[in-house]
Each structure stands twice: as C-alpha cells, then as structure tokens.
C-alpha cells in the first residue's frame, strides 16, 4: 500500500495548457503540502493544507490554485503553464506533533 | 544568511568508511530537525529525526543535534555504495510552520 500518491507521474505539456496533479494520502495524517523541486533540486514548499483549509501560500503566482476535498486528499492546479514551471512537485503529509513528512514519488512536469 | 545550510559536496568517501554530513540553521529557537536522503530521481525519504541536544543512533545512522551551536550532522557508519545519494538536512520553523530544507549534500560511496 503506498502511503502518498501522487498521479501522473509524468506530465508533459505546451505553454498556455492548464493541467493538474492530484495527490492522496492512506496514512491518516491531518496536514498536507506541495513542494517544487527545481533543477538544481532545491525543495521549496508552496502550500500546506490542514484538515482541508490553507494554512500556508508561499509566494506562489496565482496561476497554481491548490484544492483540498477531504484531508485524504489535496490537488494542484496550474493555470497558462510557462517554461519556468517546469519541476518535480511533491505531494507530501505529516500527522501528529512530530512534524515528520512524508513524500509522495513525485510529478515531473515539462513545459514545452 | 540562508536559513539552513549544507555543503553541497559531493562528499566522497570509500566503502566502510564513516560519512559525515553537516548542516547549520538560522532559527535560534527551532526545536525539531530531520535527515532525509533522495536518490536521483527519487523523492525524499526522511530517515531520522532528532529533538533534543545530542546523539540519536538507527542502525548505521547517528544524528546529532547542538542546540548552541545551531548544528546537526548526520554520521553513516560503514558506508556502502547504496548509501550514494543527496542528504537533505531539514528544520521545523514553529514560528512559520513550515519545513525548510537545505540545499543538500551529495554522498558518493566509492566501492
């Protein structure tokens, strides 16, 4: 059973395309966060859910619109995708007073 | 000043030998601090965590945590070539709520 998700694996698209990620959880944990990871493999996080409402938007254009349906789940939408979009975004969630996060396998995203 | 700080590397050791990584962080205050390693390709695998001042041993992995000094290293005792990876030093910001990751340390664990 893998404990977060992360579909597709590999998206590939035009300049202007808008596509999403979707991401899901089975460990029961409350909060959950996508991270950019740039080609120099800097992970930078973008937004954090908890329970379904924002608690954290970094200093993200707002052409990336994240949505969280239950808190098993949380979805990343890119709106007119540019060149500088292209990057490993990672799905990730924690539960707990521990502050541990745990990685989804990731979604390699290629703007063309 | 970045707000964590590892070398980047790589760090080159041979096979048996023991690896050590570093990291510094900013946060004065931050409480809670995390390795994870990441194959090329892969994502990030946290494994170890560490809270208090001091030595924190799994297996062939030690963190270990100077408050202090705003430092964290992690030591991998006889390392293998499977070991080769990039270690991403990670620390919880409580006045932010977020996790701020180093820019990584690549390992190569020479045969």
């Known amino acids: 059973d893998t404990a977060v998700s992360q579909t597709p694996k590999y998206l590939v698209t035009q300049m202007g395309n808008d596509k999403s990620i979707k991401c899901e959880q089975n460990?029961?944990?409350?909060?959950m966060y996508w991270y950019k990871q740039d080609s120099k493999k800097f992970l930078k996080i973008m937004f954090s859910?908890?329970?379904?409402?924002?608690?954290i938007n970094e200093t993200v254009p707002n052409r990336f619109s994240p949505k969280s349906p239950d808190k098993a789940h949380l979805n990343l939408h890119i709106n007119s995708l540019e060149l500088g979009d292209s990057a490993v975004y990672f799905c990730?969630?924690?539960?707990?007073?521990?502050?541990?996060?745990?990685f989804g396998p990731g979604t390699r995203l290629t703007v063309t | 000043q970045k707000e964590v700080e590892q070398n980047s590397g790589p760090l080159s050791v041979p096979e048996g030998a023991i690896a050590s990584l570093n990291c510094t962080y900013s946060d004065r205050g931050s409480q809670s601090f995390f390795w994870y390693r990441q194959y090329s390709g892969k994502s990030p695998e946290l494994i170890m965590s560490i809270y208090s001042n001091g030595d924190k041993e799994d297996g062939r992995f030690t963190a270990q945590l100077n408050k202090a000094s705003q430092y964290v290293s992690l030591l991998i005792r006889d390392s293998q070539p499977s070991d080769s990876a990039t270690y991403l030093c990670a620390v919880w910001m409580d006045s932010s709520y977020k996790l701020i990751f180093g820019s990584g340390t690549r390992l190569l664990v020479r045969p």
């Open positions: 990730a969630s924690a539960g707990g007073v521990s502050y541990e996060q745990y």
């Open positions: 460990l029961g944990h409350d909060t």
């Open positions: 859910y908890n329970n379904k409402e924002l608690i």
